[in-house]
């Protein structure tokens, strides 16, 4: 069964950074781009970026510029976001998500999606 | 960035009802527009992809339409498994953007 799955809700402090990860089964890991996007409680989806699992390029939004990392391990068909300096407005669930078409650009819908990471910041 | 304004922000709609989602884009993206349904607690679902193809497994009530900046999803006759948060998004250029979201609520 085609599916990802994520690592379990995290509490962070201030400041400090956090790592996500998705684990693909079902599919060839390295056919399809990886896309990870946000949700803060009771606001909407906000995308911050996606990852080649092939190549490892990447393309993060403006707003994440300095602050994400996302990276894969082909072996382990895991791709992971690792987002630094969290404040409390980093509070969200997030979610990593399938592109639909293999070997597309960047530029697809998401038909897979994780179960979501709920993260909370909080000192 | 493109802006993705939904509209209605929410409605009210009764079971069999037909509903009507608009999504207009700040520039045109070329149909490169996905829509999303989502239940409280849950990841998104994918429904529409391209504007108006539809999903495996998606109910045929379900269909969209549109080109250039605006684009609509339709339920035809909305069922109890349909309210719900219903997103679209552009994936036209980076950075990809959704819209604001339509709650879909029981009248």
């Known amino acids: 069964q085609v599916q990802l799955v994520q690592s379990g809700a995290v509490v962070k402090k201030p400041g400090a950074s956090v790592k996500v990860s998705c684990k693909a089964f079902g599919y060839t890991f390295t056919g399809y781009f990886i896309h990870w996007v946000r949700q803060a409680p009771g606001q909407g989806l906000e995308w911050m970026g996606w990852i080649n699992p092939n190549s490892g390029a990447t393309n993060y939004a403006q707003n994440f510029q300095g602050s994400v990392t996302m990276t894969r391990d082909t072996s382990r068909s895991t791709a992971y976001m690792d987002l630094g300096g969290l404040t409390p407005d980093d509070t969200a669930v997030y979610y990593c998500?399938?592109?639909?078409?293999?070997?597309?650009?960047?530029?697809?819908?998401?038909?897979?999606w994780g179960q979501g990471t709920m993260v909370t910041v909080s000192s | 960035d493109i802006q993705m304004t939904q509209s209605p922000s929410s409605l009210s709609a009764s079971v069999g009802d037909r509903v009507t989602i608009t999504c207009r884009a700040s520039q045109s993206i070329s149909r490169l527009l996905h829509w999303y349904q989502q239940i409280p607690g849950k990841a998104p679902r994918f429904l529409i992809y391209g504007a108006s193809s539809l999903q495996s497994g998606v109910p045929s009530r379900f269909s969209g339409s549109g080109s250039g900046t605006d684009y609509t999803l339709t339920i035809s006759s909305v069922q109890p498994e349909d309210f719900a948060t219903y997103y679209c998004?552009?994936?036209?250029?980076?950075?990809?953007?959704f819209g604001g979201g339509t709650k879909v609520e029981i009248k």
């Open positions: 998004q552009q994936t036209y250029t980076t950075p990809v953007t």
């Open positions: 998500a399938r592109e639909r078409t293999r070997s597309s650009s960047g530029n697809d819908a998401c038909d897979i």
